[in-house]
């Protein structure tokens, strides 16, 4: 059944931006859009006027700039600098103020995203908000004692917190504060085309098998700390074949000179960011994708996803409290290992060359996994459904009680169902 719900999203930045929370609210918005939702997303304008993406520029100006993504309204808001990862955007005041001249019925915010909970603590009068908690801030310690009281205030006026997976929410010390309000909706995305990939994407992939010296492992994501990038690195020489790095960031030219330094770096391709045929192409050429992180940060992990749908099987790692593990299961979809440990990570790489069947295996594991639990349709229709068990909550008779309305953690998917009693 079609949703009339006026949702506004409040996002980092927004596609073509690169980054796991922004494909998450492009996949949201346009899937909850399909389902019949009046849907708008305010962010910060990642690239500047000559289309250049300055993210990570300390003084990259922008503009703002209303755009559309299909049926989704899109305001990217200018900013005049970052200051440890907080975006200065002059317009957000007055963007704030005018959010609610057209009907809102639910607000949706995505953290961690210190200019946006800065601007929600402004906010007088506000429609519901549900909170999407895609991860803790765990290294800016600074920025996080900073945003602590505001962050607070926030998930304090919360409808519901949402996080991504059980996993996490046991091993987060401000998800624990709030425990009565929050539920887990795993995150989906649109996996049409990593199930049935194009001519072009499988003629892309035939390429890459030329062109790289096999078995190639793949990893997609930025170059920054939590990625433990070094790990895979230092599997590398333990291993053969080629390691295709795509995406690009801060820590780029560091793993670049320890790539020289362990003899490894004629056997490392650095791809940067590519279009989305030839990522396709990637996961139907790739041995594994080879998934490393090391830090809570990584809370989920969506492109482990995109390979699993693609048949792809992945090498992960057992982060404590985080649900990178949870989306690719040990044994069933891939391999997961211990965090910092290439011996374990280039182990589990030789088992799946080495040991007849096994990726093979994985790989219908994964498949079948992704196309169960992280379709986007069914993303949106659980929190579709999570906003109308808000809304009627907001709208019960004189002599009805919240009580009356709870969430039920599904065992499986750990997704909240409303049920009336």
């Not at 979809?333 to 990570?345: E, K, N, Q, R, Y």
Request: glycine fraction near 6%; charged fraction near 20%; hydrophobic fraction near 40%.
């Amino acid at each position: 059944m079609a949703r009339s719900f006026n949702v506004c999203h409040l996002g980092k930045y927004y596609p073509p931006a690169p980054g796991g929370i922004e494909t998450h609210v492009q996949t949201l918005a346009r899937a909850q859009a399909v389902a019949g939702a009046q849907v708008r997303v305010l962010c910060v304008n990642h690239a500047n006027s000559s289309g250049r993406d300055v993210t990570w520029a300390r003084y990259g100006a922008t503009n703002t700039v209303e755009d559309s993504d299909g049926p989704v309204r899109i305001t990217r808001l200018g900013r005049s600098a970052t200051i440890a990862r907080l975006d200065i955007c002059p317009d957000l005041p007055r963007a704030i103020d005018d959010l609610f001249k057209q009907p809102v019925d639910i607000l949706h915010l995505h953290t961690p995203n210190p200019t946006m909970v800065l601007a929600v603590t402004r906010l007088r009068k506000t429609a519901p908000i549900v909170v999407t908690h895609h991860s803790d801030i765990i290294k800016q310690r600074v920025l996080r004692h900073a945003l602590a009281p505001f962050e607070r205030m926030v998930y304090g006026r919360a409808a519901r917190v949402i996080v991504t997976s059980n996993a996490y929410r046991e091993g987060s010390p401000l998800l624990c504060r709030y425990r009565d309000k929050v539920v887990t909706l795993p995150m989906g995305l649109n996996l049409s085309a990593n199930i049935h990939p194009s001519a072009q994407s499988l003629a892309i992939a035939e390429n890459w098998k030329r062109r790289y010296a096999g078995p190639i492992w793949l990893s997609v994501g930025r170059t920054v700390y939590y990625k433990g990038l070094d790990t895979a690195i230092a599997a590398l020489t333990r291993v053969p074949g080629t390691l295709v790095i795509i995406g690009t960031g801060p820590l780029e030219t560091h793993l670049k000179e320890m790539a020289q330094r362990l003899g490894v770096a004629d056997r490392i391709v650095w791809r940067g960011y590519v279009d989305p045929e030839e990522l396709l192409g990637a996961y139907q050429a790739a041995t594994a994708l080879w998934f490393p992180s090391s830090h809570r940060t990584e809370a989920y992990g969506l492109v482990q996803v995109e390979a699993m749908a693609a048949g792809c099987p992945v090498i992960n790692t057992d982060i404590p409290h985080s649900g990178v593990p949870w989306v690719s299961r040990h044994e069933e979809t891939g391999l997961t290992v211990s965090i910092d440990d290439p011996a374990g990570f280039a182990a589990a790489s030789l088992r799946l060359l080495n040991e007849p069947g096994l990726r093979d295996r994985l790989a219908v594991g994964a498949r079948r996994r992704a196309i169960a639990e992280f379709d986007h349709q069914l993303m949106a229709k659980r929190s579709l459904d999570l906003y109308d068990s808000i809304l009627q909550v907001r709208r019960p008779a004189p002599e009805m009680k919240l009580s009356k309305w709870v969430h039920d953690i599904n065992s499986e998917s750990g997704v909240a169902q409303p049920r009336a009693s």
